[in-house]
């Protein structure tokens, strides 16, 4: 995520990367990024999704999907590989207006 403002209109680029506990781990075929913004609304992304969850170029294990940001303020996210939870990131972002 980056430390930079990220001002409405912005598309927040929200990335995760498992570490599996073993070598022989395999990372399970859905990962889902939930975002709660400010007014409550939560949007659920995964690979079948518009945005959609895909891998992280060649980075093993490591997923990102852009979020188009419409609201000021505090967003949470939420990541959680699925069929069974078996890995979960918790995270949050700010978006300000912008002053250009």
């Known amino acids: 995520m980056s430390t930079g403002k990220i001002n409405i209109g912005d598309r927040a680029r929200l990335v995760v990367t ?5 070598a022989s781990t395999t990372v399970l075929a859905e990962q889902t990024c939930s975002v709660k ?16 969850v895909v891998a992280n170029g060649t980075v093993v294990d490591s997923y990102r999907v852009d979020f188009l940001c419409t609201q000021s303020g505090t ?7 699925t069929p069974t939870v ?11 207006p912008s002053n250009i």
């Not at 078996?86 to 300000?96: C, I, L, P």
Request: proline share 8%; hydrophobic share 40%.
């Open 37 to 52: 913004e400010p007014d409550g609304t939560v949007t659920a992304l995964t690979s079948v999704t518009t945005p959609a």
């Open 86 to 96: 078996e890995a979960a990131e918790q995270t949050f972002f700010n978006v300000v």
């Open 18 to 22: 498992w570490t599996p506990e073993t």
């Open 75 to 81: 967003h949470e996210v939420r990541w959680v590989s």
